[in-house]
């Protein structure tokens, strides 16, 4: 079993900056591709960005690509969310995802990820 754990949300003036943090425990040597969701109220759950198991390969949505960018540290278990320029409609809650299979390309379905955090609330004011 592995338990994923984001932090690094709160609250930012648009044109801001934030950095997630998420830290996976247990079986990490399962873990291949890891990638952020979030979910703005009353909205679904939408793929925001991927990175492969050795991070050589990443994949954004169109609406962050430029603006955020997703790395990973294998040696301490540990993905990454660098959020710059933020926009109002970047609030939302921001979840951490670790998956064990790894497709071709990149994992952009939540029903590609095994393990999902709880989430980090992130909140930029205009």
């Known amino acids: 079993q592995v338990s994923v754990v984001e932090s690094g949300g709160g609250l930012v003036q648009a044109g801001g900056s934030l950095r997630l943090s998420c830290v996976a425990s247990?079986?990490?040597?399962?873990?291949?591709?890891m990638g952020w969701f979030r979910q703005a109220a009353g909205k679904e759950r939408e793929f925001v960005a991927a990175?492969?198991?050795?991070?050589?390969?990443?994949k954004y949505a169109d609406s962050v690509k430029g603006r955020f960018t997703i790395s990973r540290e294998n040696a301490k278990n540990s993905a990454y969310l660098q959020m710059s320029s933020l926009k109002p409609e970047d609030t939302a809650v921001y979840y951490c995802?670790?998956?064990?299979?790894?497709?071709?390309?990149?994992?952009?379905?939540?029903?590609?990820?095994?393990?999902w955090g709880q989430g980090t609330q992130v909140i930029v004011s205009s």
């Open positions: 247990g079986r990490t040597s399962a873990i291949y591709p």
């Open positions: 990175v492969n198991w050795d991070g050589s390969n990443t």
């Open positions: 995802a670790a998956g064990v299979i790894q497709k071709p390309g990149s994992n952009i379905e939540p029903w590609e990820y095994n393990y």
